[in-house]
T-cell receptor, first 115, second 109 residues
């Protein structure tokens, strides 16, 4: 049973560029959440996708956008990269469950460096 | 002020020691509570859920005090393999995880 996978593992970009990160959820999961983890900090929620729609969003600017495909995989896009966007980007998958929390399983992350 | 506060540490303890981590949360509407473990340059993994009645999993005991908005994690008989960052996590909405900064634990021989 494959867990959550993310690609690429590492990425180096320059300021102003755009980046796309990819995530495949754990088998059987239909919900994907994205988190940003800066060095020395805990992960911060970016947004969550379910049924190909953004279901919740954290306090991130519109430069951060996403997409979910019919096979439940997801992309995170960041436009006009800033130095402060350098971080580990984590994808987590789960089963949507209404008011009941279901465990989120994290992928290994994509480490983005913006120069 | 951060919604979930933790002492960042590091906590340096010898093998066999007992160590306790504390965490406070500011939003009384928080619904679910967890401890996650994160090894260096790896993804977070769920260690255990936290309930008001307290719960124990081997050497690990977690406790929630809703009145004080306080969460604790106790590790007994520390092992070298316990060295990691321990993240306190709460949820308000159904699935959005709110993480603390994490507390780093280093267990030495």
């Amino acid at each position: 049973d494959a867990g959550v996978t993310q690609s690429p593992t590492h990425l180096i970009k320059t300021r102003g560029q755009q980046v796309t990160l990819r995530c495949s959820p754990k088998s059987g999961h239909d919900t994907v959440s994205w988190y940003q983890q800066a060095l020395g900090q805990g992960p911060q929620f970016i947004f969550q996708y379910y049924e190909e729609e953004e279901r919740q969003r954290g306090n991130f600017p519109d430069r951060f956008s996403g997409h979910q495909f019919p096979n439940y995989s997801s992309e995170l896009n960041v436009n006009a990269l800033l130095l402060g966007d350098s971080a580990l980007y984590l994808c987590a998958s789960s089963l949507v469950a209404g008011s009941t929390y279901n465990e989120q399983f994290f992928g290994p992350g994509t480490r983005l460096t913006v120069l | 002020r951060k919604e979930v506060e933790q002492d960042p540490g590091p906590f340096n303890v010898p093998e066999g020691a007992t160590v306790a981590f504390n965490c406070t949360y500011s939003n009384s509407a928080s619904q679910s509570f967890f401890w996650y473990r994160q090894d260096c340059r790896k993804e977070p993994k769920l260690l255990m859920s936290v309930y008001s009645s307290g719960n124990e999993d081997g050497r690990f005991t977690a406790q929630l005090n809703r009145a004080s908005q306080y969460i604790s994690l106790l590790i007994r008989d520390s092992k070298l393999s316990d060295s990691a960052t321990y993240l306190c996590v709460v949820t308000r909405d159904t699935d959005k995880l709110i993480f603390g900064t994490g507390t780093r634990l280093q267990v030495f021989p």
